[in-house]
């Protein structure tokens, strides 16, 4: 059964940078679509990014475009999400999940059906 668990959360000033990783065991990434999430308090989850199980298609929310990066590496079956130019409101817990697809990916929470727990970014002052 596929397993995630996501890392390199933390804290960090406006227009930092962070690293997340998703790491996956029990199964090989290379048929998933990996998603990134996040959920702030008292909001509801939203989609970040995400990429193909073959790494060829990715989206991204407006609210980050041209500030993170989604990549993978299915040798090592991991997810990165780089996160640049950081501001407050980025300030959430980040989720990956994983979505049987090779081709495509969305970024509707709905599709998606592994979880990791979660890994908090707080960019702050």
């Known amino acids: 059964q596929l397993q995630l668990v996501e890392s390199g959360g933390g804290l960090v000033q406006p227009g930092g940078s962070l690293r997340l990783s998703c790491a996956a065991s029990?199964?090989?990434?290379?048929?998933?679509?990996i998603g990134w999430f996040r959920q702030a308090p008292g909001k509801e989850r939203e989609g970040v990014s995400c990429?193909?199980?073959?790494?060829?298609?990715?989206n991204y929310a407006d609210s980050v475009k041209d500030r993170f990066t989604i990549s993978r590496d299915n040798a090592k079956n991991t997810v990165s999400l780089q996160m640049n130019s950081l501001k407050p409101e980025d300030t959430a817990v980040y989720y990956c999940?994983?979505?049987?697809?090779?081709?495509?990916?969305?970024?509707?929470?709905?599709?998606?059906?592994?979880w990791g727990q979660g890994t908090q970014v707080t960019v702050s002052s």
């Open positions: 029990g199964a090989t990434l290379t048929v998933y679509a």
């Open positions: 999940g994983a979505l049987p697809s090779i081709w495509r990916c969305g970024l509707e929470d709905r599709a998606y059906n592994s």
């Open positions: 990429i193909s199980g073959n790494g060829g298609s990715t």
